[in-house]
């Protein structure tokens, strides 16, 4: 079996919330050793998960298998514990407002200059170098100024944000990428670098059938099409109804079609001028949703599934979260793990996407207790002595 | 200047459409040589582009900076050259339907068989190794399956998908990021791997917010808030009309809201005990969003982002696609960038979210046409002669 991926890797991890905390837990979960540094507090999303479940099950889902340090660096004391840890690091990981690490006297020219091998990991809405650096950003607001929102949701209603927080987990895969990536370089040539992910940048691939679409010379009615194909260019494509949910189905391929037509009984179709070919679908369209509709509205959402899943044509059910969570394929492939947290109760949280099948998986530890490891920690790196350790916490420096 | 970070390592990638596409757009961004191996009529995404330019552009989006081999590799003689060609690179990408590499003789376990140190990467919708890896995976259909769909859009519409292709794209980024952490390993151990990455498990984690609230005691209405918080936990948070579109607007900290009342004019409202707390705001979280859009519904939209921006509030202007691929910023930072395409015409394609502050980046170089490179690398990699290359060519087995 071969040893895990990053095995010998040492992050130090300021990230707080979504983005960088994402990007440290895949770190994690593929063998790295990352220390997370919060407030005396609590970073946001552990602070607030103290007063609502609903914000503690999120911080176990992200924070599982890290060190905890509490350390107060806005003082000078604190500050200075932060840099002598990370002579012994590969990766110092910040998802800050651009300029804010700076101004702790932790930014990325100052750092690197102390430690040229040193991967700093800046993750960010705009950029650091951005004219709107200064924007103070959100998941809502990034998906609100990238045109996600723009192309979400029905023609006749308001745009509409995508529900998964999907600026801030895109921002913080792609910052793991670039980490990754930048150590690649760092064993081959001893470079470090400074890595300037923003979630802006990185939304916007996603919307390629979209921005293909302005390119074309009719233009759709909305740029919001709802469940059709962004480009009301394939049909069917939609959510259909049925007796207990919906049921999504795409014809992809002719075949497809010429299957759902001996499904839904109604052979005959195919040979319909109106519906024979892909093109002559499109401009039906809506007799052609009527006519699926009309078929699954009478069964029930898994029957309709079954049989499609049968016949080869791409269909899905639409399932609420309660039902992935509970989902026996999800936990059968290690996806979603099952975990009585010592805080939070009995949680599921996920393990790394990255899977290296045929191989050990990094066993689940529950996110640690704020400061577990300040004092294993302090003293293993940087050789502290109990009662100095004991004056730093008397003092409100770490705790 | 360091060199660039995936210099000297070299892929072979069967990919299509969007997913595998995306992972190694990033690699080819990065310095590394890519190889794309395309079926003689070119892979969907780029025959689909040669009947609409709604499909030509995603393509030119995706495939910069590759080379372009077109092969028959249902031949045994295609076949025969895709492995050859595994011999001389680090990494082996396909996007199949799980299982069809293996039945065209070039799965996982054969190939890292024959070439142990291979990184060979597999991208799907459910995974390799899922009981529901017969279903054909869709963007669409994930989306539905991972409940994505339950959680986007309005609690009195059916479910709606994101408009962008969340669950392809995701799973693209997720696949790279475990590219680069095998590479990584196999630099340092000589090991291959098998990436066996499922766009279903790569999605759950960025909806860490909802999955949260299935924690609390007290349940929604319903899983879907439109714009409003995940949870119904903040306000404001929502996007509010203005007499020329729609502004986003969240307040994080106390701080906003008083920063709010005094643009809007009613600085009582602090005071005022419906609206003096967050909690209070949240229990009239009707009164809130109208008193903040009764302020927004005169005014522009730049000039409430405007205000706000000025004063520290979270906020964003609700952009059309247009209106992005039209900014400036991202130009400044080459986030995109514009290109006479030789094929497509003048096209605006994103450059990689890697972003390596302070570093040169790899000049965009266009998708090239079907084919371009297949005389070049079979010569150059495989010593074939021209005339070898003239056969397999009338024999169709290249192009």
């Excluded at 300029?99 to 040193?118: C, H, I, S, T, W």
């Excluded at 979630?199 to 009615?221: F, H, R």
């Excluded at 302090?378 to 420096?397: K, N, P, R, V, Y």
Aim: hydrophobic share 40%.
């Amino acid at each position: 079996m071969p040893e895990l991926p990053l095995q010998g890797v040492r992050v130090l991890d300021m990230g707080q919330i979504y983005n960088a905390p994402y990007a440290t837990l895949l770190m994690a979960l593929s063998g790295a050793e990352v220390i997370k540094i919060e407030p005396i507090g609590g970073e946001h999303l552990r602070a607030r998960g103290e007063v609502s479940r609903s914000h503690g099950v999120p911080f176990a889902m992200l924070n599982s298998n890290k060190k905890s340090l509490a350390i107060d660096v806005r003082t000078p004391a604190g500050r200075e514990i932060v840099v002598r840890l990370t002579a012994d690091v590969d990766v110092f990981v910040e998802n800050f407002r651009p300029g804010a690490a700076e101004r702790l006297g932790l930014g990325a020219r100052a750092m690197r200059e102390k430690y040229p091998r040193l991967v700093y990991a800046s993750g960010s809405g705009f950029g650091q170098v951005s004219a709107l650096s200064d924007v103070p950003a959100m998941d809502l607001t990034i998906q609100a100024m990238s045109g996600v929102m723009s192309i979400t949701g029905f023609p006749d209603r308001p745009p509409v944000k995508a529900g998964p927080a999907v600026a801030d987990f895109s921002g913080g895969i792609h910052l793991y990428a670039a980490i990754i990536t930048a150590l690649l370089r760092q064993r081959r040539t001893g470079d470090g670098a400074h890595l300037d992910i923003a979630m802006l940048d990185s939304v916007i691939p996603s919307m390629a059938s979209n921005i293909g679409m302005l390119y074309d010379e009719v233009q759709l009615p909305s740029p919001r099409t709802a469940n059709r194909h962004g480009g009301l260019a394939v049909s069917p494509y939609n959510v259909y109804t049925t007796t207990d949910g919906f049921v999504a189905i795409i014809v992809v391929a002719e075949r497809h079609w010429v299957s759902m037509c001996e499904l839904m009984g109604m052979p005959e179709l195919c040979q319909d001028p109106r519906f024979a070919t892909a093109a002559a679908r499109i401009d039906h369209m809506d007799e052609v949703d009527e006519l699926v509709e009309s078929w699954t509205r009478t069964r029930t959402r898994d029957e309709v599934f079954e049989k499609l899943r049968r016949s080869g044509v791409p269909s899905g059910p639409v399932r609420e979260l309660s039902d992935v969570l509970a989902d026996p394929s999800l936990r059968a492939r290690g996806a979603l793990q099952d975990l009585q947290h010592p805080i939070y109760g009995d949680v599921v949280v996920p393990h790394s996407p990255l899977r290296f099948e045929g191989e050990e998986r990094v066993p689940i530890e529950a996110s640690h207790a704020l400061g577990a490891d300040t004092r294993q920690v302090l003293s293993a790196s940087l050789g502290m002595t109990a009662s100095e350790i004991d004056q730093l916490m008397a003092d409100g420096i770490i705790r």
